[in-house]
């Protein structure tokens, strides 16, 4: 049973700076990619960054040049380092991971984490 369980969230006033968690049950290398997600009242979830496991990074244009994704593989987590923050950031942030066998593709969520940004 794979657990992705995400931590750091909470409210900041615009401008300011957050950094997200996401840590997994067992080795961050089963799974070809992590990432993050948000979904702002209203919306849909939408993805935000990405790691793979060679460090390849990807970034929404949303967030390009504020966020950065990295991760810690000793400690099986990827963190979501949020500067700049704007009130648009506003919504649930998912962390998600996500597993390749030869014929299919299995995703995995946490539970969310709120992140609030005040103007």
């Known amino acids: 049973q794979v657990q992705l369980v995400e931590s750091g969230g909470g409210l900041v006033q615009a401008g300011g700076s957050l950094r997200l968690s996401c840590a997994a049950s067992?080795?961050?290398?089963?799974?070809?990619?992590m990432g993050w997600y948000r979904q702002a009242p209203g919306k849909q979830r939408e993805w935000v960054a990405s790691?793979?496991?060679?460090?390849?990074?990807r970034y929404a244009d949303s967030v390009k040049g504020r966020f950065t994704i990295s991760r810690d593989n000793p400690e099986n987590t990827i963190y979501l380092q949020m500067n700049s923050l704007q009130p648009e950031d506003t919504a649930v942030y998912y962390c998600?991971?996500?597993?390749?066998?030869?014929?299919?593709?299995?995703?995995?969520w946490g539970q969310g984490t709120q992140v609030t940004v005040s103007s």
């Open positions: 998600n991971a996500v597993r390749h066998t030869p014929l299919n593709r299995y995703d995995y």
């Open positions: 067992g080795s961050v290398f089963s799974f070809s990619t």
């Open positions: 790691i793979t496991t060679v460090n390849t990074t």
